[in-house]
């Protein structure tokens, strides 16, 4: 029977799923708004490279005068999911990106509440529900934050968390589920969830889960992780290395405030007193949601569930921000690495999974209440109140947050190839998703990356290489793809070749030197003629993708294996669940 309800589950999160993104679905290849038509364009950077050039590009030479496609942290890619757009194309690829993950976080939001909560499954499915169609999700997820989809995978992280009675199995698929974060650009998503399992691995310790246990999990599950997820650490590290981000997270916000974004149905786009746009307040989930968690606060009370609490506490105040120099916000950005992230709002994905948790215990004392009464009819009775309003619920859901996530209405990508050069004015353009298909680059940035285009770069139809100084010779372009320029050079003298782009310096030469002339791309030659070809070989391709391939079958083996893991989670030891 088991066997047969998985299944099903699955088909109903992928039906649901695909209600809730109806709209951006029934629009067809038209493109989404925002931030959309920057991760349109990482898609089809990647797609056209490999159609067009035979391998995945590492270089990005149409955005912000070039930079590194491989170590960039959005690019995604690296996501099992990227190859539907060579299938369906980019904007279809997109969105069934966004029903993927929304029916990975229903199945994994229900699984966690019950196996670690003990609950039924009309109780899980509840707050599965809730947490799954939120507001975060529908306003992330509809304006092109595309790198946050990932946090659909944060309760199957906890789900490994609770099975660290077989340690390597745990720390296996706890792993996995990091490192895909990581692969599909999602690095706010791996470092709000790292904070998240490390919270639970304090709470499981405070049960008095035994440390070995907790230490041999932990200690496995990092060292799969960087080693999975090395293909995108180490290239990321030596960008963040190059151009260091560091920024302000002082934004604030009131209880009420907190209050107003769960539960307000719509906004102004502008929010008053604050630096951001209601899409990174709005977490709706609705009055009857925290009405059933306010009942599940009793509930988890009464069942030792007193993590969920102080979780919900927690977040709450990570939430609001920047308050005062101890509070949990200006602490967190104090640590290595998360002194680059901003928004603290952004923890409203986490406040929204603990209501939907405590809403799933609440729903499961009201069952039990009625499982408890002495007739027949008044369970039936309990059941149906229960069901009922959970698909009113659910239908509320659907209708304020499936508004919201309407958000698709940008041209379809579209274009021939010409000849490469670029335009200027396109950094929020219409057209700019495009400009990889049609081989146009612009100097203009839009970029999670602290980066600054060389005042050089030469925007229309000109020549993408010139000879400096001017007199000392000819150069011609002969061949271009993402990553490699040919040129046809010919010098009275010795001169530089300087190329219409910016300087990376993991750009190589096949003759004289590597050099940067205003911060664009040169390379110095001495007289005579030849051909030059100049490629971008950065140094972490190798390392970092063999440490991949290791970490990736290191993991697929412990989580194929047949050995004492599997004998103890049928014959005891340690877990996190409930029976």
């Not at 302000?248 to 209050?259: K, R």
Request: with cysteine.
């Amino acid at each position: 029977m088991r066997r047969l309800r998985i299944p099903g589950l699955i088909l109903a999160a992928l039906g649901l799923s695909a209600v809730f993104w109806r709209r951006a679905l029934s629009t067809g290849e038209q493109t989404g708004f925002g931030d959309w038509q920057f991760f349109h364009h990482m898609w089809e950077v990647a797609r056209v490279g490999i159609l067009r050039d035979g391998a995945l590009p590492l270089w990005n030479p149409h955005h912000c005068g070039g930079l590194t496609y491989f170590g960039n942290p959005q690019s995604q890619a690296f996501s099992p999911l990227f190859p539907l757009a060579f299938a369906i194309g980019t904007a279809w690829a997109s969105k069934v990106f966004l029903v993927v993950h929304t029916t990975i976080a229903l199945v994994g939001a229900y699984r966690l509440a019950e196996s670690r909560l003990g609950v039924r499954p009309l109780a899980a499915a509840i707050g599965a529900t809730i947490w799954s169609l939120s507001g975060f999700f529908a306003w992330h997820g509809g304006g092109g934050h595309a790198a946050f989809l990932p946090f659909a995978f944060a309760p199957w992280a906890l789900c490994a968390v609770g099975r660290v009675r077989d340690a390597p199995r745990a720390a296996a698929a706890l792993a996995a589920w990091m490192a895909l974060c990581l692969l599909e650009g999602g690095v706010y998503p791996t470092l709000f969830v790292g904070v998240l399992v490390a919270l639970d691995v304090v709470a499981a310790s405070a049960r008095r889960v035994p440390a070995r246990a907790l230490a041999a999990m932990c200690g496995g599950a990092l060292l799969l992780f960087l080693l999975a997820a090395a293909v995108r650490l180490l290239p990321i590290a030596v960008q963040l290395g190059r151009s260091p981000r560091p920024v302000e997270g002082l934004d604030t916000l009131g209880a009420l405030e907190v209050l107003d974004a769960l539960t307000v149905r719509a906004h102004a786009w502008r929010v008053a007193g604050h630096r951001y746009v209601w899409p990174e307040y709005g977490a709706y989930v609705g009055w009857g949601a925290l009405a059933l968690a306010g009942a599940g606060l009793l509930v988890a009370w009464r069942r030792g569930h007193l993590e969920r609490i102080a979780f919900l506490l927690l977040f709450v105040a990570v939430v609001m921000g920047d308050r005062s120099d101890w509070w949990p916000w200006p602490l967190l950005r104090r640590l290595p690495v998360y002194d680059s992230l901003r928004v603290p709002s952004r923890f409203l994905v986490f406040v929204t999974m603990e209501i939907a948790l405590l809403a799933a215990l609440g729903a499961d004392g009201l069952l039990g209440r009625s499982a408890e009464a002495a007739g027949a009819w008044i369970r039936r009775i309990g059941f149906g109140v229960v069901a009922v309003g959970a698909t009113v619920l659910a239908l509320d859901l659907l209708h304020v947050n499936g508004e919201t996530a309407d958000l698709f209405r940008e041209p379809p990508l579209s274009g021939a190839p010409g000849k490469f050069h670029l335009v200027g004015g396109a950094q929020y353009s219409r057209s700019y998703a495009s400009f990889p298909a049609r081989e146009l680059g612009t100097p203009a940035c839009y970029e999670g990356l602290i980066v600054r285009p060389p005042r050089g770069l030469r925007v229309g139809d000109v020549a993408q290489a010139r000879v400096l100084p001017a007199g000392a010779g000819e150069v011609r372009e002969t061949g271009r793809t993402r990553d490699l320029v040919r040129l046809d050079v010919d010098l009275h003298r010795p001169a530089t070749v300087v190329l219409n782009q910016a300087f990376d310096p993991d750009w190589t030469t096949s003759s004289g030197e590597i050099e940067t002339r205003a911060g664009l791309l040169a390379i110095s030659l001495p007289a005579g003629r030849r051909t030059v070809r100049a490629a971008y070989e950065p140094w972490t391709v190798l390392p970092a993708t063999a440490l991949s391939l290791a970490g990736w079958i290191a993991i697929a083996w412990l989580l194929v294996r047949r050995g004492s893991g599997a004998r103890h989670s049928r014959g005891g030891g340690t877990s996190l669940t409930v029976p």
